[in-house]
């Protein structure tokens, strides 16, 4: 190898060491000052007819094992109040929403940006900066089926790194289009974001007021 690209490969890999050592060291949450109190409420004590399939309390994910100990979906309680008036809504259509993913404690978006290839980490967040999840202001989900119990078609699965996840994507079939923006309607309609990669993934609007959290999912439902 010549001396000027052994010094560029060098370069290179030395601040690809430095890079993946600060974020294999870091222990804990970045700290931020002046933020809000965590007040996250469980989605179903404030609505029973919400359903719930926690992927993460699973192995059904895309790490492929279960990495939560039990099947609860918190949010901050502004954001929970304006969900739940967006499953009030699909109500009245005979439909409701399905919760795949609330709050998460950042001990776990740790892991997610430590486990996948660096390719596929536009699709978690990383730890360094924390995740919406972290504040408990992101939730992912989607919309069933009131009578079936059935999840309405979508574009793309939950977590599926494709092009297919984006809310921009043209293709698959006009019934799986109608339901994804169906849904992204009601949530903007509510105060939500929708996430650019993952037409499943919204934030909150007033996310940047939270905290990242690394509270415990026991600790939360003290809360």
Not at 25 to 42: D, M, N, Y
Not at 64 to 79: D, T
Not at 127 to 143: E, F, M, T
Not at 174 to 203: P, Q
């Amino acid at each position: 190898m010549r001396s000027g690209n052994l010094r560029a490969f060098w370069g290179f890999f030395t601040l690809f060491l430095s890079l993946s050592f600060s974020t294999a060291a870091q222990t804990g949450p970045p700290k931020e000052e002046g933020k809000r109190e965590a007040h996250l409420i469980e989605l179903i004590k404030l609505d029973k007819t919400i359903k719930l399939d926690i992927r993460y309390a699973t192995a059904n994910n895309f790490m492929g094992r279960k990495v939560y100990p039990e099947a609860r979906a918190f949010l901050q309680k502004p954001a929970a109040k304006s969900l739940i008036r967006v499953h009030k809504k699909l109500k009245k259509q005979g439909l409701g929403l399905v919760i795949y993913d609330g709050y998460r404690p950042w001990t776990i978006t740790k892991l997610f940006w430590d486990s996948v290839a660096p390719e596929y980490r536009t699709f978690v967040a990383d730890p360094a900066k924390g995740s919406k999840h972290n504040r408990g202001c992101a939730v992912d989900l989607s919309i069933f089926d009131l009578k079936t119990g059935k999840e309405v078609p979508m574009p793309s699965g939950y977590d599926e790194f494709s092009e297919r996840a984006s809310p921009k994507y043209t293709g698959g079939t006009e019934e799986e289009r109608r339901n994804r923006d169906l849904l992204r309607k009601l949530m903007e309609a509510e105060g939500f974001i929708v996430n650019e990669n993952e037409w499943w993934h919204f934030d909150y609007k007033d996310w940047q007021q939270y905290a990242i959290y690394d509270i415990s999912f026991a600790e939360t439902a003290k809360m």
